[in-house]
């Protein structure tokens, strides 16, 4: 089973290496990773995608991720409520005659053009891996010329509250 696991850790140098490392040392396949910076300097966010077959697993792996020394803080967020996103760019042969029919086919997925030449059109589409392979498929009849794909990025939604949850009770008397 897929699990979306997010890993705050001290930006320097190993890092990366030592988590990825301690991944391949427990025989997980890592599906997609992603790092970047975060709010705060010196601190960086790795957002996994891993396929882990049980839960023991599951919890062996977050412990076993939670003591290595650079890192903060371990989250498994595949059960909550999520905005995760991908990027691709996708070149597509698309010679003059069959741009407009192209580009009304792949509308719905709301792609940006960055790039175009006389037979070939680069979009990107960014969104839902799902909705990444699917754009693929409907583009794949026409040619894909070259294909790159950053990896998931996610983070947790932010509860919301009602008005009468969070409003001060003077104003609701």
Avoid: C
């Avoid at 076993?64 to 059960?79: E, G």
């Avoid at 070149?91 to 192209?102: A, G, I, Q």
Wanted: net charge positive; aromatic share 4%.
């Amino acid at each position: 089973m897929k699990r979306v696991i997010t890993v705050t850790v001290i930006n320097q140098s190993g890092v990366l290496n030592r988590v990825t490392g301690l991944l391949m040392k427990r025989q997980f396949n890592i599906e997609s990773i992603t790092v970047g910076h975060t709010e705060q300097p010196n601190i960086s966010k790795m957002t996994l995608v891993v396929n882990i077959e049980d839960d023991v697993k599951l919890e062996q792996l977050i412990k076993q991720l939670s003591k290595q020394i650079d890192v903060l803080k371990v989250n498994d967020i595949t059960d909550k409520s999520i905005v995760l996103r991908e990027l691709a760019l996708v070149k597509v042969v698309s010679p003059p005659n069959l741009r407009l029919e192209m580009n009304a086919i792949v509308e719905p997925f709301r792609p940006q053009i960055v790039d175009a030449s006389k037979n070939v059109v680069t979009y990107q589409v960014v969104g839902h891996p799902d909705k990444i392979d699917a754009f693929i498929e409907l583009v794949r009849p026409y040619g894909i010329k070259e294909l790159t794909r950053t990896g998931v990025t996610a983070t947790v939604r932010e509860v919301q509250q009602s008005f009468y949850e969070s409003a001060p009770l003077s104003l609701l008397k």
